[in-house]
């Protein structure tokens, strides 16, 4: 047992890190101290002298730890770095945790070469541009430079001298030969410094240049030529506008300003750069970080956490306030940047201008986004009241769940699920499914005598929830083929459904036609009735368990389908009963050009044609619906065709055990092809390198069975 009280009057007076940790043992705090003694004391003063977040953090601490360090700077660093391992939940955390790329110019090599690279060196004698937030753009241009100024592509430094031939860049002229000698090296460095220039901002040739192609091409009607130069120029103007290889210049800094959070708004800061003494751009980074969080804070937290991944840090940082442990900060900072970088609060003077203009723009940002996010609301809590008025359901926020189904020709069926809570993604809540009804006898994964495994837990599937007996027919061991009346008995299994799923369907000789526009997509084994059926089973059979991850049911499902689809869903739900009867199920109806063209929901009784609500008169709702599908398509089709490509390129061999990735590459690199391996002796087998006779063996047996 933990004893607070004796291990308080432990603590040394020394500089240090210290964690504070919950009942369960996680770290829900990382804090630095001049004086561990003095500053972990702290948190378990009185309550009334706590602020509202040290009181919050302090009823949670259960016991605590400390690390002493040689000096101040050195526990900063640790501070840092222990916040980003645990990422607790009572520290301000930067989100943004990325590092951008950098341009750079390989002027230690003989040929120079520009390249993108993500690691600075400062012994290895390059030069380096960046970084940049726009990574797009700066692959633009980068092969735009490497085109106009030819220049070498290839890390190679050393060529032969005799029998050596150029690579392909070489032959179709992107770049000029230089390993056949065939370039003056004093002209090839003028190319390299005209092009460093122009990342620079101070050659304007090469941006003119784009800008008169661009004229030229709109002159000549060439509209998407024009666009092709067009957004080239804006790529350049974005990588050459801000550099922050000048930040040494002394009219180079950064502008630090903190925005605290706001209910329905994360924290900020906000990052101004000035170049040459003017303002040339900004990012906006949010942070993890209470209501009630001071703005000093949250400067102290983003100082520590966003330079520390830069590897150019500015020689001053303007701010509007003092920040704690501002020292400890500037030399901790001018430890990484090794070299002396100041924090400053200006209070007069161009510095105090240049401040007020950045002040001015957050505060004019801030209006504007709070307008637009307002506008956002407005349209979405439209979609999702018409929606839910459509579904006949009701609500603030509800939990939209939406179904696809993704499969070629009925192989490596796959299901999707995704959740929408009100008009907001909610990816953790996403769930892939193996199809596997309809599926042939060679198993889930294609692979002959595998179990069927669900995707999400990974177990067998049991095919009938107690209490719900007559759900057997649901269950992927017992589903139909093609389960339609129009198709042949012996095609269909031996539990069919008790309602026809194709009797809403488009007209063709064996269906009659009710809903118009809703094509039958039934093809050789692939059912999607059926597969959706499956998933909605095996969904819901967690649902109603209270499974973690599936507790929460959705206030509406949408599927990927017309009235056929509905059906199909309607009648296992109805089956399950429970909850899982009472949620309104729509359907996401594509037009002919397969366009969203609106929702479809059963109207019940007999002869039942659907309600449709058309979207063209509902803007809102139609961006919502057509969002929720593009969105339960993409992820079906990611995972159909992650599981398509692990089929295509598995080999015979693999199924072998003893036969790894190392063994089949030399089996066929010395027989040549599986056929070749089929002819083989146990004896060639066994002699091919990295292969033992019971490998062989094993192999030999393998093949001869025809497995």
């Known amino acids: 047992m933990f004893d607070i009280r004796e291990n308080l009057a432990k603590l ?52 605590f730890e400390t690390i002493v360090t040689g000096t101040e700077a050195e526990a900063l660093l640790l501070e840092n770095t222990l916040i980003k391992k645990y990422r607790p939940q009572y520290n301000v955390m930067l989100r943004d945790d990325k590092t951008y790329p950098y341009i750079e110019v390989t002027l230690g090599e003989t040929w120079p070469r520009l390249v993108k690279t993500r690691v600075l060196n400062a012994k290895g004698g390059s030069k380096y541009f960046g970084p940049y937030a726009d990574v797009g753009a700066m692959n633009r241009i980068l092969d735009l430079l490497n085109n106009a100024f030819r220049l070498k592509r290839c890390a190679r430094e050393t060529f032969p001298a005799e029998g050596w031939r150029p690579c392909l860049n070489g032959f179709i002229g992107g770049c000029d030969q230089c390993c056949l000698g065939a370039v003056d090296p004093a002209e090839y460095a003028g190319r390299v410094r005209r092009a460093m220039d122009f990342l620079r901002g101070r050659d304007r040739g090469l941006a003119d240049e784009l800008k008169a192609r661009m004229a030229e ?14 957004d080239l120029s804006r790529d350049a103007a974005i990588v050459t506008e801000r550099q922050k290889v000048d930040l040494l210049s002394s009219g180079s800094m950064d502008i630090l300003i903190a925005v605290a959070a706001e209910e329905g708004r994360m924290a900020q800061a906000i990052l101004f750069f000035v170049r040459d003494g003017r303002l040339v751009g900004r990012e906006i980074h949010h942070l993890d970080a209470g209501e009630g969080e001071e703005k000093r804070e949250i400067c102290a937290a983003f100082l520590k956490q966003y330079y520390a991944n830069q590897t150019m840090v500015p020689k001053e940082i303007l701010l509007e306030e003092t920040v704690p442990d501002m020292a400890a900060i500037e030399a901790f900072l001018s430890r990484e940047a090794e070299a002396r970088v100041r924090l400053h609060v200006p209070e007069r003077g161009e510095k ?16 504007l986004v709070k307008g637009l996010l307002a506008a956002r609301e407005e349209r979405e809590a439209d979609a999702v009241g018409a929606l839910l008025e459509f579904a006949g359901g009701s609500g603030g926020a509800p939990r939209i769940e939406a179904y696809d189904i993704s499969h070629t020709g009925g192989r490596d069926s796959v299901g999707a699920m995704v959740v929408f809570h009100g008009a907001e993604k909610s990816r953790r809540d996403y769930r892939r499914f193996r199809i596997r009804t309809g599926a042939d006898d060679s198993g889930a994964d294609g692979i002959p005598g595998a179990p069927p495994t669900d995707v999400i837990s990974g177990a067998p599937p049991t095919d009938v929830i107690s209490g719900f007996a007559d759900l057997s027919r649901f269950a992927p061991a017992n589903r139909w083929k093609v389960p339609c009346e129009g198709h042949s008995a012996s095609a269909r299994g031996a539990l069919p459904l008790t309602r026809n799923p194709c009797s809403n369907q488009k007209a063709d000789a064996q269906h009659p036609a009710t809903t118009p526009g809703t ?56 089956a399950m009963g ?26 019940g009784g007999a002869g039942d044609d659907g309600t449709e609500l058309p979207l063209a008169g509902h803007p809102n709702l139609f961006h919502l619906i057509g969002a929720i599908q593009e969105e339960v398509h993409r992820f079906a089709i990611e995972y159909h065709r992650g599981v398509r490509g692990k089929r295509l390129t598995e080999s015979e061999l693999d199924r072998v055990p003893g036969i790894g990735p190392k063994r089949r590459q030399a089996l066929l690199l010395k027989f040549g092809s599986l056929e070749g391996i089929k002819k083989a002796t146990e004896e060639e087998l066994a002699e091919t390198p990295g292969m033992t006779r019971k490998a062989a063996q094993a192999l030999r047996e393998h093949l001869a069975l025809g497995v």
């Open 519 to 574: 094509p039958h997509r039934q093809t050789g084994n692939a059912d999607d009735y059926a597969a959706m059926q499956e998933i909605l089973y095996r969904r819901m059979k967690r649902g109603l368990a209270a499974e973690k991850g599936f507790d929460e049911l959705p206030a509406v499902i949408l599927v990927d389908g017309g009235l056929g689809h509905v059906h199909a869903a309607e009648e296992v739900l109805s």
């Open 352 to 367: 105090h201008d240049l401040l007020l203009l950045a002040q001015k723009d957050v505060r004019e940002s801030a209006e």
């Open 217 to 230: 091409a709109a002159s000549r009607q060439d509209y998407e030529a024009a666009a092709k130069w067009r």
């Open 578 to 603: 429970g909850a899982a009867a009472d949620i309104p199920v729509l359907g996401m109806v594509k037009d002919d050009k397969h366009r969203t063209r609106g929702l479809v929901r059963s109207a």
């Open 12 to 63: 040394p007076d020394q500089p240090g890190v210290y964690l504070h940790k919950d009942a369960y043992g996680e770290v829900i705090y990382v804090g630095k101290a001049t004086s561990l003694r003095s500053r972990v004391r702290q948190y378990f003063a009185p309550p009334a002298s706590l602020d509202a977040k040290t009181r919050a953090l302090a009823s949670h601490i259960a016991e």
